[in-house]
């Protein structure tokens, strides 16, 4: 009598080769950072001492714990960064939480990369402007330290941050660097602390007279991440400008659920986000903008 095959990853019983990217793959956590008082970035690394997959800036993980579930999370660490990936993650309910508790030492599965990354690639020259509100700088952390690794390709590169408090502003430590390094640093927050002496309104209020004046916005190519209210906000503001649609890029954090392009649950008008984004082109989305995540 033969026995029954052993169950591989990436291998069903029968032999047939699975979809890598649905297979999880567990990850150990080796350090934790405590970015806001809601806020972690978890380091991992995979158990069976390989390295974790290459990414492109904005690629997202289907990160799991044991027991709880998943979730779409972005991976923040540098593409450069080899030995290890990073996640940021605000407590937002069972999943996140447990993530986040996960010990250091402790395993979480991890599947992926997923997705469309921004196209600094595909770049033509010109500005580049990026947009981070709130956690939505997570998703940007990579392209702007890939941004500044060629900053020479770019005629003027800007990051310009929001938050609705000091206290919400996550990486706050490296703005200095990224300052230094090239890229011209601005944040402003809607409400101020006692120790805030920056600028206080919402983020399109960094597109000052200043701004405006500084930046060829014809030639501009922009990334915008935050919620769907504030993308909508600063590209109307942009559009005012003259920057075509076709140059502005958003990413699209809707409910992820298989990260394959399989169950739905992603879908925005007439793309699968998990498919066709997180990064999605403005001009491709526009007549959908409008839309509410169910």
Known sequence: MNAA???QPG???SGTTLDSLLVPRPYHVIAKRLETHDVTTLHVVPCDGGRPPSFKPAQVGMVGAFGVGEAALSISSEVHQLSQHSYTIRRAGPITNALIDTPIGGTVTVRGPF?????????????????????????????????????????DLRVLIGARTP?????????????????????????????????????????????????????????ICGPDPMMASVSKRLTGLGVETSRIWWTMERNMQCGNALCGHCQFGPIIVC???PVVNLADIEPYVGIEEL
């Open 167 to 223: 206290r919400d502003l996550i990486f706050r430590d490296e703005y200095a660097a990224w300052d230094e390094r090239g890229a011209h640093v601005a944040v402003i927050v809607d409400n101020r602390d006692d120790d805030w002496a920056g600028p206080i309104g919402m983020i399109p209020d960094l597109l000052d007279d200043q701004t405006r004046a500084e930046v060829d916005w014809v030639t501009a190519h922009v990334m």
């Open 11 to 13: 291998r069903d019983t």
């Open 5 to 7: 095959p052993i169950a």
């Open 275 to 277: 498919r066709d984004g």
């Open 115 to 155: 997705g469309r990354p921004w196209p600094i690639d595909d770049l033509d020259g010109g500005s580049l402007v990026i947009f981070g509100g709130g956690l939505g700088l997570a998703p940007l952390r990579a392209v702007i330290h890939e941004a500044l690794r060629r900053r020479s390709d770019f005629t």
